[in-house]
């Protein structure tokens, strides 16, 4: 299959940034999204030309590194990242425009490579529990809810990837930091840490400059772990009884 | 992390979520203010005498009246205040749009809410102008009934047979409903009153509510215009 290419090249943080057309030709249907790349890029490296830099790692659709914005839509179309995107969704001679995610909080590093970092320190704030060392405890010694089980489990599908972010109109991380609350608070061991998580973390959000959630869902709908926007109601919750409950602890 | 000590939170006004509970809160008291206001005017189905009286009695509240205006104002500015703040950060956090743009599943009117909300904020201005400072017709001032009531009948049928004043009430109206399209569902997910199976029944509401808000807002001009009540 043959592609028309348009890819955004940038040299640097501070480097001007455009569109740059390339022709992707011979390539495989059944290629992931990142192979076509590849196979793009070997061609320019044959020929001498700076190769197009874009992050990936496991390519299972796993690790959320591959964070690119195709035809619009952050990690691509159809559910999953967006190396789990086959060459084969789209029509011999289509033209392709990749680019950066487009997040304030996530400067840019090159072409199509964002850092992402403002994710890891929003985990670091809050986004752990307090355990035991010693000897693994019993599976079964404490009693978890199936509903609960479940909800929370849904919620520890987030892989942080950032496209939640990058499809906001307002750049608002709510649908990630709502995971982490969510997943976190619904679990017995996630309780000592409940209130400090949900204010810390919602903090950690605002400082890093991420935006506001207006309720648009446009994180949900391009979710590549099917996180559900009611986790952001949750936060919301978390967060207001945080606040009430520190409020009248003080 | 080496321990999970707290660091001092953010003043609750300042943080993200604080900010849009003020305007989910005020967004409520505002709903609130609009039903009671349709309520009351909707009295002019019932005649001049039902509208009359209800205004009469509206204006002799004296002091709780004055209370409840300078409520609104206050309730309203903080709407409008919180709201530009949000957007003021919005703005910051999110760089140059996508040369592809994709809707992903934001509604018209979700997006359009800081338009509906200015349009219609213009139109309450002249709506009080029009109604309550009567500065665009000072005559209204002296429009007595029979019983020597402010007749308050005569001024809305005078009002709404004027093209442009129907036509300015009727798009406000339209745009309201846009508003309440989105912000009555929107207000449940933000004050965290909502979950995955109960949201699309919210949003169903939401619209529900916002259609018949326009019925009832838009059936007094257009009855007066189309000389239904007279």
């Known amino acids: 299959m043959n592609f028309h290419l348009r890819l955004w090249r940038q040299e640097g943080p501070s480097a001007k940034g455009g569109f740059e057309e390339i022709e992707a030709r011979d390539i495989p249907a059944e290629a992931s999204f990142l192979e076509m790349l590849d196979i793009v890029n070997n061609r320019l490296i044959k020929e001498g030309r700076e190769p197009v830099a874009f992050e990936s790692d496991c390519r299972e659709g796993i690790c959320g590194t591959c964070s690119m914005v195709i035809n619009g839509i952050p990690q691509g179309p159809g559910r999953g990242a967006a190396c789990q995107v086959y060459m084969r969704t789209f029509r011999d001679g289509d033209s392709i425009t990749v680019e950066p995610f487009r997040v304030a909080a996530f400067p840019l590093v090159k072409d199509l490579v964002v850092n992402r970092s403002a994710y890891d320190r929003i985990i670091q704030s809050g986004g752990f529990i307090t355990e035991h060392t010693g000897g693994a405890p019993d599976a079964a010694a404490m009693l978890i809810g199936k509903r609960e089980a479940d909800r929370a489990m849904d919620a520890a599908a987030c892989i942080g990837c950032g496209a939640c972010a990058a499809a906001c109109p307002n750049s608002s991380a709510m649908l990630f930091v709502g995971a982490k609350v969510t997943h976190l608070s619904l679990l017995p061991q996630g309780q000592p840490e409940r209130s400090g998580r949900a204010l810390n973390m919602v903090r950690a959000m605002d400082e890093e400059g991420f935006g506001n959630c207006s309720n648009y869902y446009a994180c949900e709908a391009v979710c590549p772990a099917n996180i559900s926007a009611s986790v952001i109601a949750t936060l919301n919750r978390e967060f207001v009884a945080a606040v009430i409950k520190v409020e009248v602890a003080n | ?230």
């Open chain 2, 1 to 230: 992390m080496t321990s999970s000590s707290q660091k001092k939170a953010p003043s609750f006004f300042a943080s993200s979520i604080g900010k849009k509970w003020v305007v989910a809160l005020t967004g409520v008291l505002l709903i609130g203010f609009i039903t009671l206001h349709l309520l009351g005017n909707l009295a002019i189905f019932l005649g001049p005498e039902a509208i009359n009286s209800y205004s009469e009695k509206l204006h002799h509240l004296g002091v709780l009246l004055w209370i409840v205006r300078l409520g609104l104002l206050v309730v309203a500015g903080l709407h409008v205040f919180f709201t530009m703040a949000l957007w003021r950060e919005n703005k910051k956090a999110s760089l140059e749009k996508y040369a592809v743009r994709q809707k992903l599943e934001t509604t018209l009117y979700a997006r359009s809410m800081r338009l509906s909300g200015l349009v219609v904020l213009g139109f309450v201005l002249f709506h009080l102008a029009q109604f309550t400072w009567e500065l665009t017709n000072p005559d209204y001032k002296n429009w007595m009934d029979a019983l020597g009531r402010h007749d308050v009948y005569r001024m809305l049928i005078s009002a709404f047979s004027n093209l442009w004043v129907a036509g300015f009430y009727l798009l406000s109206v339209g745009l309201l409903a846009l508003h309440l399209a989105h912000g009555v569902a929107s207000l449940f997910q933000t004050l965290g009153l909502t979950s995955e199976k109960l949201r699309p029944r919210f949003e169903r509401v939401s619209l529900i509510v916002a259609v018949l808000f326009f019925l009832g807002y838009a059936s007094i001009p257009l009855a007066v215009f189309f000389k239904v009540v007279s």
